[in-house]
């Protein structure tokens, strides 16, 4: 396994300290997320009461920050959460099953690839409404096809092991089969894609907000404050600076969590970090 560097630490505590000011951003917060202060309005980041500035109507960015990270982390887990479970099962069954279930299956998966994501988040998003359920829901149906095709390929491989022949030829049913013997050795790659997807759905919520189909107008997320800041941008750019870098540090953190979690489950790419490592000693 890899060792522990830098990068994996940055990930680590950096994600934990955005969930933790997400959970206690009633009590982390300086201000409410909507407590407005006309005569401070547009005030850069300094040392005064409002440390990384306020916004166009005088509302403190470092509280909307704050407040902003509860809905791209809680959006992010949770449409992922929802999406993975049904990508699985779709793509196990494919695997598993006959040629025509597999036929049907895939071409389903097919169709939904062919709409590019964003378009049909947009359209889904625009028939419901917006809201958090509706984001979520909306990103959970545009995302169970990644896990489908990952889970449909291990299965194809896993269902001629030896242990599945040897179950298969006990009697095992096969649900049993599925539940017991496939679907425990394809797990390893699907939990490093879910870790890789929260960091998309984190920036396809903000994109959502960013166009005005996200959640409710009165709920802060970084992607409203990137809306809100467009047309600040040459007199107060922290306004859009500051979500987006949040932003680019959430996803940046996701992703080299996801690739340490990579190379640890990954007992093939471990083997070779191994060999490599025999053959050239640090």
Same mark, same amino acid.
């Given at each position: ?47 005064? +009461? ?8 005088? =509302? ?38 006959? =040629? ?83 679907? +425990?050795?394809?797990?390893? +790659? ?33 992607? =409203?404050?990137?809306?809100?800041? =467009? ?49 050239? +000693?640090?």
């Amino acid at each position: 396994m890899r060792r522990s560097g830098p990068t994996f630490w940055f990930a680590a505590v950096f994600l934990g300290a955005i969930l933790a000011v997400a959970i206690l951003a009633g009590w982390v917060a300086p201000y409410t997320a909507s407590e407005q202060d006309i005569a401070r309005r547009l005030q850069p980041p300094g040392l005064g +009461p409002h440390l990384l500035g306020t916004d166009e109507v005088g =509302r403190d960015v470092l509280s909307r920050l704050i407040y902003g990270a509860r809905i791209s982390l809680l959006v992010g887990v949770v449409a992922v959460a929802l999406s993975c479970p049904l990508g699985v099962l779709v793509g196990v069954v494919a695997g598993y099953s006959g =040629r025509r279930t597999d036929d049907v299956l895939m071409r389903v998966t097919e169709i939904q690839l062919a709409i590019p994501t964003i378009l049909l988040a947009i359209a889904v998003v625009a028939v419901l409404g917006p809201g958090i359920r509706n984001v979520i829901l909306t990103l959970s149906v545009t995302g169970w096809t990644l896990y489908a095709r990952l889970t449909r390929g291990e299965t194809l491989g896993v269902k001629q092991r030896d242990f599945v022949q040897a179950a298969r030829a006990t009697g095992a049913g096969d649900l049993r089969i599925m539940a017991r013997h496939v679907l +425990p050795n394809v797990l390893s +790659p699907v939990i490093v894609v879910a870790v890789f997807a929260v960091a998309n759905m984190i920036i396809l919520e903000a994109t959502l907000s960013f166009l005005g189909l996200g959640v409710e107008p009165d709920i802060v997320t970084w992607g =409203r404050m990137l809306n809100g800041g =467009r047309l600040y941008l040459s007199t107060a750019w922290w306004i859009t600076a500051l979500p987006g870098l949040a932003i680019f540090l959430t996803v940046l953190a996701v992703n080299l969590l996801g690739d340490y979690l990579r190379d640890w489950l990954d007992p093939r790419l471990r083997n070779t970090l191994r060999s490599d490592h025999a053959q050239n +000693p640090v």
